[in-house]
């Protein structure tokens, strides 16, 4: 069992930085790898960032590279996602995702969930 819970949405502007967390609790968070994926209205989920389970290895979609920042503190069961530079297509609901077997960033290949924060950019 691991429950993971997202916070940091907002509003911002375009240009502007946001930095989301997700907090884990359970006591096998440490085995597993952890992702950050995103839905906009009308589209389907799609993968933004992922680190690895030590936290040595990262991984970006091509729309986010550059601007976007994945960590995890283990001890603190957190993982974070930076976002600078944000964009108007950048707005959607950003979801923390758990992943123990992992191949490639799926979303349908995801262990566990959070309930999702809304990220809203402006002009």
């Known amino acids: 069992q691991v429950q993971l819970v997202e916070s940091g949405g907002g509003l911002v502007q375009a240009g502007g930085s946001l930095r989301l967390s997700c907090a884990a609790s359970g006591r096998t968070f440490l085995i597993y790898n952890m992702g950050w994926f995103r839905q906009a209205p009308g589209k389907e989920r799609e993968f933004v960032a992922g680190?690895?389970?030590?936290?040595?290895?990262?991984s970006y979609a091509d729309s986010v590279k550059g601007r976007f920042t994945i960590s995890r503190d283990n001890a603190k069961n957190t993982v974070w996602l930076q976002m600078n530079s944000l964009k108007l297509e950048d707005t959607a609901v950003y979801y923390c995702?758990?992943?123990?077997?992992?191949?490639?960033?799926?979303?349908?290949?995801?262990?566990?969930w959070g309930q999702g924060t809304q990220v809203t950019v402006s002009s």
């Open positions: 680190i690895s389970w030590s936290g040595g290895s990262t």
């Open positions: 995702a758990a992943d123990f077997r992992l191949r490639t960033w799926n979303v349908h290949e995801c262990d566990y």
